[in-house]
């Protein structure tokens, strides 16, 4: 054995790279389409666009193009020297696609950042206008907005807040409206408006006049598993934040920027945010790349009384923006967000036929491309499966070794449960969406087959 090789096996066994635990995967060799290769050759459907992020999927030309272009001019110019057109454009296309006024962007580079971007805005707002006595952000459980301690505060995740609780100041959470596991007589209008009222209740309990922001997403993500809300809810919600001068954020990290068929979920139900989070989808994986979008009226005073105490190294790199561009482009030319909304129908029909075949199936929900199942032992009781079968990492165990990559989480509304997201790049076609849910149909058979369903 030469030095050099022994070096790379050392390197690569054990492992000098460490993340959330000690499992290893294939290292990857290829990606195409919404397809991986790995370095022997296998194929894997992605799924889930990896965390709900390759959007455009994978190797696009126009997105490398772009990059290579702007690799040839500067991949990295410091905002305090210069500015650079990839941002200023990528500014400016953004705002064109937002309601009127909203149209500040500040660059990031990923969802967490964006998100304490919209909490330290919305502080500093407050402090520029006299109200400096607001500081609570309530927000909904369960919720996730990021690993970083200021996003972890308004995160409703206990497995992932808990162990970090005396380092951070955690905020006020309300239930997320899970209404499909209400067993009462009200009906969905009803249901909607009653966790909306939730938020009311909350903010006398706080008092009105400490509370400065709601943060929520409008189409749940991995923590909740793609949960839309009754359209009742969405309309309360803003009447709410309006009546008490609370701001509303919107994390649309996993949803924003055309997954779920409109370029903000929230256009689902014309719900004007005052700040909103981008990321994922943003440069749909080819870069690092977030946003914080907030309204003008804002962002002025802030600049006003001294500027935005806040920023990285890295916010609007030219690279990142570029390729950020180049994905809004992609979106637009080849209208990917009907595809999303054409394609995450047929999924979701397909969703619900395997719903029809697999009794453990209890609910199969969300919007466009942003789609999820849940497992459960009976749909009468909406109990959830038994922890010991480990449905969340089992099921999605067997898709992967039919190469079938497919997301999950063990949380539901604050309960145990398991939900599993099907999410794939919006360039998915029929013939693609046809053996996902093939594959998928043949991991739950394997699975009901282990578990004794
Ligand atoms: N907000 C939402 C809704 C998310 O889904 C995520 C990531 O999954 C984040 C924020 C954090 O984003 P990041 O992992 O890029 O920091």
Not at 236 to 254: A, F, Q, S
Request: hydrophobic share 45%; with cysteine.
């Amino acid at each position: 054995m030469t030095a050099t090789t022994a070096i790379a096996a050392e390197t690569r066994d054990p492992s000098n790279l460490f993340y959330q635990s000690r499992t290893r995967r294939p290292i990857v060799a290829r990606a195409e389409g919404i397809y991986f290769w790995d370095r022997d050759g296998r194929r894997y459907i992605d799924g889930s666009s990896g965390a709900m992020v390759a959007n455009i999927g994978h190797g696009n030309p126009r997105v490398l193009a772009a990059m290579r272009q702007q690799m040839e001019e500067t991949t990295f110019a410091y905002r305090l020297h210069f500015e650079n057109e990839a941002a200023e454009t990528l500014a400016r296309r953004i705002a064109q696609r937002l309601p009127e006024g909203l149209d500040r962007v500040f660059f990031v580079s990923g969802g967490s950042e964006a998100v304490e971007s919209c909490l330290k805005l919305a502080r500093q707002h407050a402090l520029a206008t006299g109200q400096a006595g607001r500081y609570k952000v309530i927000s909904r459980y369960p919720s996730y907005h990021g690993a970083t301690l200021g996003a972890l505060a308004v995160t409703g995740y206990t497995p992932m807040t808990a162990p970090f609780a005396p380092m951070m100041q955690e905020m006020p959470k309300i239930p997320a409206p899970t209404c499909y596991l209400d067993s009462d007589s009200l009906d969905w209008k009803a249901r909607g408006l009653r966790y909306a009222e939730m938020l009311r209740a909350e903010i006398r309990r706080q008092g009105p006049e400490t509370v400065l922001a709601f943060i929520m997403e409008p189409v749940g993500g991995a923590s909740t598993g793609a949960l839309v809300a009754p359209d009742s809810y969405y309309a309360r919600i803003r009447e709410i934040c309006d009546e008490y001068g609370i701001l509303l954020i919107l994390d649309e990290v996993m949803s924003g920027v055309g997954r779920t068929g409109r370029f903000l979920a929230a256009e689902h139900w014309n719900l004007r945010p005052d700040i909103v989070a981008l990321s994922k989808g943003f440069a749909a994986g080819y870069a690092p790349l977030g946003a914080m979008v907030a309204d003008r009226r804002l962002v002025e005073p802030v600049l006003d009384a001294g500027g935005f105490i806040h920023g990285h190294t890295y916010a609007g790199n030219p690279l990142a923006c570029a390729a950020g561009l180049a994905v809004l482009e992609e979106i637009e030319s080849r209208d990917l967000m009907g595809n999303a909304t054409r394609m995450g129908g047929l999924l979701k029909s397909g969703l619900a036929g395997l719903m029809a075949r697999c009794p453990f199936i209890g609910d199969v929900r969300g919007l466009g491309l942003l789609l999820a199942f849940e497992t459960v032992t009976d749909r009468q009781t909406m109990q959830p499966l038994p922890p010991a079968l480990n449905a969340h990492s089992r099921l999605v165990e067997i898709a992967y070794e039919k190469g079938l990559i497919i997301y999950s989480r063990r949380t539901r509304g604050g309960l145990e449960g398991d939900h599993f997201m099907v999410c794939p790049p919006m360039i998915v076609d029929e013939a693609e969406i046809a053996e996902i849910l093939r594959l998928l149909e043949e991991s739950l058979v394997i699975f009901a087959a282990e578990a004794g369903l």
